[in-house]
Nanobody, 127 residues
Framework: QVQLVESGGGLVQPGDSLRLSCAASGLTFSRYSMGWFRQSPGKGREFVTAISWGAGNTRYHSDSVRGRFTISRDNEKNTMYLQMNSLKPEDTAVYYC???????????????????WGQGTQVTVSS
């Protein structure tokens, strides 16, 4: 049974940093492209960033986070990370990690291409 568990969310001030983690189990982690999405009240699920399987050499970012957020993965630890710097109030949302539906796939911006999801972790940016 595939399980994804996010952690690291919290309440921070504008300009601060946070690092989210996504611990995976029940799958061969290194074979799957992964992604981060977020959702705030009244809005749909928004693509944040994605990373390819294996060494993670291919990464995509949304325009809203490019240059501020960095995705990475540690296949030895079955964990994906999201380093978030220069946080803004508009980054406030529940952040979800997800795996591609199939192994060896390319990273996707479309949330419907993902098969497994974590429960989410709240990030609140407020002064």
């Amino acid at each position: 049974q595939v399980q994804l568990v996010e952690s690291g969310g919290g309440l921070v001030q504008p300009g601060d940093s946070l690092r989210l983690s996504c611990a995976a189990s029940g799958l061969t982690f290194s074979r799957y492209s992964m992604g981060w999405f977020r959702q705030s009240p009244g809005k749909g699920r928004e693509f944040v960033t994605a990373i390819s399987w294996g060494a993670g050499n291919t990464r995509y970012h949304s325009d809203s986070v490019r240059g501020r957020f960095t995705i990475s993965r540690d296949n030895e630890k079955n964990t994906m990370y999201l380093q978030m710097n220069s946080l803004k109030p508009e980054d406030t949302a529940v952040y979800y990690c997800a795996t591609d539906k199939n192994p060896w796939g390319v990273p996707q911006r479309d949330w419907t291409k993902y098969g497994y999801w974590g429960q989410g972790t709240q990030v609140t940016v407020s002064s």
